[in-house]
């Protein structure tokens, strides 16, 4: 899917754009001028939803560009999205962005009568911009029991991925439901 950005008319300010159901953003990168730009409301929040964080495709003025959707800010009333900010990156240089945790195994501890506290919903990594994975899969059906623990360290991760924070962080504790 390409998200279609426009660039914006300086002379107009973000509420003109917004009250017109269109998102105000930013495209940057290392090799590329700022641009301030837009996008209408059901584009960006789609791309948010599928690629926050991914490498995506975006065409500003009939070119295509690869880009990152690094940050998104929201209205806190409706939860809008009323600002985005694209990066985009050198592809052959690494990046530093937040990759979602999906936990496979919760509803077996759950019957079980335990509570499984998630400690991350998501990782920050290093990588190239193309090997960015969707997510990276936490399996839980090595914890069978309350007081364990999984660790950045005990996350299967791509040989390509570096984690940029420490691998004794806890990213799920398997805790005791509390007895009344």
């Known amino acids: 899917m390409t998200i ?14 917004r009250k017109q159901d269109l998102v105000p953003g930013t495209i940057y990168g290392s090799k590329s001028d700022t641009a301030s730009i ?85 990782i920050e990594i290093e990588s190239l911009p193309r090997n960015i994975p969707e997510n990276i899969v936490v399996d839980l059906s090595s914890l069978t029991e309350a007081h364990q623990s999984l660790f950045v360290k005990d996350l299967k991760l791509p040989n390509n991925l570096k984690v940029t924070i420490p691998e004794e962080t806890p990213v799920v504790s398997i805790l005791e439901t509390a007895q009344e």
């Not at 279609?4 to 754009?17: A, G, I, P, T």
């Open 4 to 17: 279609k950005l426009h660039k914006r008319d300086q002379d107009k300010s973000v509420d003109f754009y």
């Open 38 to 122: 837009y996008t209408n409301f059901n584009e960006i929040s789609i791309a948010f939803k599928k690629s926050e964080g991914q490498l995506a495709e975006f065409e500003i003025d009939g070119k295509k560009v690869e880009g990152i959707l690094k940050e998104c800010q929201f209205e806190p009333t409706t939860s809008k999205i009323v600002h985005f900010d694209i990066y985009i990156p050198e592809l052959d240089k690494p990046v530093i962005t937040s990759v979602p945790l999906i936990f496979i195994g919760v509803e077996e501890l759950e019957k079980q009568g335990l509570v499984v506290n998630k400690n991350l919903d998501e």
